[in-house]
């Protein structure tokens, strides 16, 4: 079971823009019901509520880290600092996310709602649980490591790269 969504967006009359690829949630086999961030700093952070399917609500804090690649901290029960993974939330280069509103009633399959990128209006969202994986790598060259990528792989051998530079 994947984390990855393929993404329309809709707004005014137009439906089924290309919304891109977003990797919704962190845990493996677990997908996400509910979604309800939003940031004060343009993007650079999103703060929130989340759900996994069979659970109850958790806290949300995610910090970009390359191009629309956010590092999730979850909590609960007063814990906090949990390693909630690498998500990928949005599709603009150059234009982050700053809200997003969306649910799932159909256990995460399918997940719907709004979003805003910075400087517009809200939009609509439309995600579709995707075959494939996605995976974090760490390049290097030169005299550089750690740099950051994220890769996907789907069931059919073909290979969707995203480099998430930061």
Do not use: C
């Not at 086999?29 to 309800?36: A, E, K």
């Not at 799932?104 to 709602?113: H, M, V």
């Not at 805003?116 to 075959?131: A, C, D, L, M």
Request: proline share 2%; hydrophobic share 25%.
């Amino acid at each position: 079971m994947s984390n990855l969504y393929n993404v329309k967006n809709s707004w005014g009359t137009s439906t089924g823009n290309q919304g891109g690829k977003w990797v919704i949630g962190g845990r493996p086999g677990q997908r996400v019901v509910d979604l309800d961030v939003k940031s004060s700093d343009g993007g650079k952070t999103l703060s929130g509520h989340m759900t996994y399917k069979g659970e109850g609500p958790i806290g949300f804090d995610g910090t970009l880290n390359g191009s629309n690649n956010y590092k999730v901290q979850n909590s609960w029960g007063g814990s906090t600092g949990h390693d909630g993974g690498n998500w990928v939330l949005g599709y603009r280069k150059g234009q982050n996310v700053v809200a997003i509103k969306i649910s799932s009633d159909d256990g995460g399959q399918t997940l719907k709602g709004n979003i805003t990128y910075k400087g517009e209006g809200s939009i609509g969202f439309e995600g579709t649980q995707v075959p494939g994986g996605e995976y974090v790598v760490e390049n290097s060259w030169g005299h550089s490591t750690g740099n950051l990528g994220a890769h996907s792989f789907s069931a059919t051998a073909e290979v969707r790269m995203w480099l998430l530079s930061t």
